[in-house]
């Protein structure tokens, strides 16, 4: 069976929590690892989309499987599409948008092209795509519903969080978002603190000494601002 309506979501609490955050923080709490490539980018960079993972595969170029996932997830869901990167067409436009919001989807990703661009940007229905391309899709060709996927390069279980801003999009397991969340709050209150450092002048960061010793650039008695000074 390709089309699955079974699926175990993350949490909605976990969602909502998720907001908070950046995609790029979410990112590096992850290991650095669930950023789509950085061909898939927000329509208007104040985009933004939360929530859980609707998988949709289709053939290049065809966008039947779209249409019925519309007609099958959840109000908050994202619907997430792995369209094979291809651009010679576009999976959704402006019609698809509206129909999307009004079932109360939270947002498209898209790892194709979309259409009706500068209707879309302006409005307030989040779309993410890989490029534009003013052709239409064929409407002929079976895909899969809500079977694991790949997109921008990053494997996507159905029920993962998504996460998007104007940097771009991040995908955390279901069953890692709870650890994940807690490390970006930490990693926040790093990033705050390290602000308030630079705006009372402490510019160098407590990493930097380490890992120059550890790239070979500096011994273990030398330390980099002092070499600096004495230049």
């Known amino acids: 069976m390709t089309v699955h309506t079974d699926i175990e979501r993350v949490a909605p ?16 709490v992850a290991g650095r690892r669930g950023g789509l490539s950085g061909r898939i980018k927000a329509l208007n960079p104040s985009m933004q989309v939360a929530g859980p993972a609707f998988t ?11 249409h019925a996932a519309l007609m099958l997830a959840r109000p908050g869901d994202v619907i997430v599409v792995d369209g094979k990167g291809d651009l010679s067409c576009a999976l959704t436009g402006g019609l698809m948008a509206a129909h999307a919001k009004a079932a109360g989807i939270a947002g498209f990703v898209i790892d194709g092209a979309v259409r009706d661009v500068a209707e879309c940007a302006v409005a307030d229905f989040p779309i993410f795509a890989a490029g534009f391309n ?57 990033e705050s603190a390290r602000m308030a450092e630079i705006a009372q002048g402490q510019l160098l960061p407590d990493f930097l000494n380490g890992c ?6 500096i011994s273990a008695q030398q330390d980099w601002q002092s070499l600096l000074a004495a230049k």
Do not use: Y
């Open 13 to 28: 609490e976990w969602v909502e929590r998720a907001r908070q955050f950046p995609a790029a923080i979410l990112a590096d």
């Open 56 to 66: 949709v595969e289709v053939r290049p170029g065809d966008n039947l499987m779209i």
């Open 134 to 190: 003013p052709n239409g899709p064929t409407k002929a060709v079976a895909g899969r519903i809500n079977c694991p996927i790949s997109a921008g390069a990053v494997s996507i279980a159905p029920g993962d969080l998504v996460v998007g801003d104007a940097d771009g999009v991040t995908v955390i397991p279901r069953l890692q978002v709870a650890s994940v969340l807690a490390q970006a709050q930490a990693k926040v209150d790093a």
């Open 212 to 217: 120059l010793r550890s790239a070979g650039l």
